[in-house]
């Protein structure tokens, strides 16, 4: 190789390298803070674009203006947004509130299965060396007797509490501090709420003007671009909600046909199936966490406070979800929308660290989006599948070619 074209070589390398930081920068830089102050706008946008078609067809068929219609139109998408939302927050609320107050009437078997998990554990040290088998002990018992005097101590400061005349205002703190932190950023909130619906109405009527001007500032093979970018962008949003919510409703049938016959056969004497049911679907369908991470620590204590029949039903209920979500999964989840596991926790990971709890969705699925643009080729972030060269194979077939012949000639000397 020249030394000039290795130059060139390397200056490529580096032009990429501050390429690709560039837009990554920009990209930490967007998400970190402008998202937020331009999502009512963002939403805003998606919410008139979605709207073209009613308005169009309203307007052609009717004398209405165009600027009515739209008002009309996002109008009647706010009253249903904000019926739906206060119907079902106000359901979700009331059941919350009944179970929390169930659960905590079964506080009591806490000391049980605190003793149950220090006999089992105690039982796995018999067959250790004598010291050993001392030391451990000694510590199990010392930690459930710290759990227990640590439970103790709770429970007489709630009922004192509870039976007195006072109130213990700092039990409240944390919970209050939330609270107030929260209330200081509903003026912000309503804000945006107001701004973005002012926005949607806006953009709704001029949506045509807008995209115009956008189209005018590109050149032509850029606006076939960005119109397919478009395309696919929402067609992958789509397919991953379309395909998401459908497991999220088989994954809550399961549950509820599974608590059902437990409780049918009497092992499950609880209620508020269709909660519990939706919570363990909606945590399933969280990256990484799935329903293992309620159904088995429920097993678990359920085998250690004595129901032995009601743990082993949930460990069948688990291992059945789990078995048919490997089977559903991939059908339901297009191949072009899947990403390797590592790219997801990878994803997840530094999105958590970067942009909190909303960055452990947002940028897995920017990620997929990218990973489609790319297999479709309006992006070229990394080599497709398919496009390498052939050539590392056709020196390989020509070294076996190589190789056959030195043996036949190897061979037919041997021979003479």
Not at 15 to 29: E, S, V
Not at 99 to 119: C, G, H, W, Y
Not at 144 to 156: G, I, K, W
């Amino acid at each position: 190789m020249q030394p000039a074209s290795v130059t060139e070589k390397h200056r490529s390398v580096l032009i990429n390298f501050f390429y690709y930081a560039l837009i990554l920068g920009a990209a930490y830089l967007f998400l970190r803070f402008a998202f937020w102050p331009l999502f009512p706008f963002m939403l805003a946008f998606f919410v008139a674009m979605m709207l073209q078609k009613p308005v169009n067809f309203i307007t052609k068929k009717t004398p209405l203006k165009r600027g009515l219609v739209s008002l009309i139109c996002v109008l009647l998408i706010l009253a249903i947004v904000i019926s739906l939302v206060t119907l079902i927050g106000t359901t979700v609320f009331t059941r919350v509130r009944d179970f929390v107050t169930d659960l905590m009437s079964n506080f009591e078997s806490l000391p049980n299965f605190i003793r149950q998990a220090e006999k089992w554990l105690l039982g796995l040290t018999e067959k250790l060396p004598a010291s050993v088998q001392t030391a451990l002990q000694n510590n199990i018992e010392k930690l459930a007797d710290n759990l227990l005097v640590s439970f103790s101590d709770t429970e007489q400061q709630l009922t004192q509490n509870a039976d007195g005349a006072g109130f213990d205002f700092s039990v409240l703190k944390t919970p209050l501090t939330g609270v107030i932190s929260t209330a200081s950023k509903v003026p912000n909130i309503l804000v945006a709420f107001i701004v973005g619906v002012i926005a949607c109405c806006f953009m709704t009527v001029d949506y045509k003007r807008i995209t115009n001007f956008i189209m005018r500032q590109l050149a032509p093979a850029r606006r076939t671009a960005l119109l397919r970018t478009k395309t696919l962008t929402l067609s992958t949003l789509g397919k991953m909600a379309k395909a998401y919510g459908l497991i999220m409703l088989i994954t809550f049938c399961e549950l509820m046909l599974g608590l059902g016959l437990l409780k049918l056969v009497g092992i499950y004497k609880g209620g508020y199936l269709p909660l519990i049911a939706a919570i363990i679907a909606i945590v399933d369908i969280l990256p990484i966490l799935g329903s293992g991470t309620i159904l088995i620590p429920w097993a678990v204590i359920s085998l250690f406070t004595g129901r032995v029949a009601l743990g082993i039903g949930l460990f069948v209920v688990y291992i059945i979800i789990s078995v048919l979500r490997q089977f559903i999964e991939p059908r339901l989840v297009a191949g072009q929308l899947g990403l390797p596991p590592i790219a997801t926790l990878l994803g997840m990971y530094f999105g958590l660290k970067l942009f909190s709890i909303i960055g452990m969705f947002i940028v897995p699925i920017t990620i997929n989006i990218l990973k489609v643009l790319n297999d479709e080729g309006i992006l070229h972030l990394w080599k497709r599948k398919g496009s390498a060269e052939p050539a590392p194979q056709l020196e390989l077939r020509s070294f076996k070619i190589k190789s056959k012949r030195k043996k036949e000639e190897t061979k037919h000397e041997q021979n003479h």
